[in-house]
């Protein structure tokens, strides 16, 4: 069964630094996603993305966020300057979405980021 | 913005019981349901889902009603296994040019032997 791949499963990083978190969405998908997890919290949206663009942000991806899809393939968000309230389980997620019909979004084992 | 509340936040149920949760939304655009089991450390995993056009949808144990009336839906397990046992997610979506998931807050099930 096709699944999303994410890379690394933990990050440790200091406060400040930048950090990638890596993801391979299912091969056939068109919509990519992030969503963030505090721990013991819900899943939350971060960002959507279409067509080598951001389709929808929350107002949780400020300018320290950004997403990138450098080769067709991978799927990365980087996190410019990291905060300690960055600690969390980031996932990402692939679908098929094609406009007016919703489809199963397929998540990431995740990536747990702990900034320090 | 969509809104989605789910209650109750924990629950524990003797093996072979039934478990019902409930989440109830806020935009009535909202056309699309899953259901999300989430495991110890791993990701979210779609266990069921429903559309606005249907009212119920079964597979096995895993049922899932829908009322778009009241905004609200629910998901039952019926013959509660230990292996059950995981936090559970509602979710919401409308059908934006984004699908973007709305989630609920989740329901750590457990269930006893």
């Known amino acids: 069964e096709p699944e999303v791949t994410q890379t690394p499963s933990h990050q440790v990083t200091q406060m400040g630094q930048e950090v990638i978190l890596r993801c391979v969405p299912i091969?056939?998908?068109?919509?990519f996603y992030w969503y963030r997890q505090i721990l013991g919290q819900k899943v939350e949206f971060l960002v959507s993305?279409?067509?080598?663009?951001?389709?929808?942000k929350s107002e949780i991806f400020d300018d320290q966020f950004s997403v990138e899809r450098p080769d067709g393939s991978n799927f990365t968000l980087k996190i410019r300057s990291t905060k300690l309230e960055d600690s969390a389980m980031y996932f990402c997620?692939?679908?098929?979405?094609?406009?007016?019909?919703?489809?199963?979004?397929?998540f990431g084992q995740g990536t747990r980021l702990t900034v320090v | 913005g969509e809104n989605v509340e789910q209650h109750p936040s924990t629950l524990s149920v003797q093996e072979g019981d039934s478990a019902v949760i409930k989440c109830t939304y806020s935009?009535?655009?909202?056309?699309?349901f899953p259901w999300y089991k989430q495991e110890l450390g791993k990701g979210p995993q779609l266990i069921i889902d429903?559309?606005?056009?249907?009212g119920e949808k079964k597979d096995q144990r895993i049922a899932v009603t829908l009322n778009k009336t009241a905004k609200h839906f629910s998901l039952h397990i019926t013959e509660t296994q230990p292996e059950d046992s995981a936090v559970y997610f509602c979710?919401?979506?409308?059908?934006?040019?984004?699908?973007?998931?709305?989630f609920g807050t989740g329901t750590r099930l457990q269930v006893f032997p």
């Open positions: 935009d009535s655009a909202s056309n699309y």
């Open positions: 993305f279409y067509n080598n663009e951001i389709s929808e």
């Open positions: 997620a692939s679908s098929q979405y094609q406009g007016s019909t919703n489809t199963e979004a397929f």
């Open positions: 091969s056939n998908h068109l919509y």
């Open positions: 429903i559309r606005s056009n249907v």
């Open positions: 979710a919401a979506s409308s059908p934006t040019n984004t699908d973007k998931l709305i």
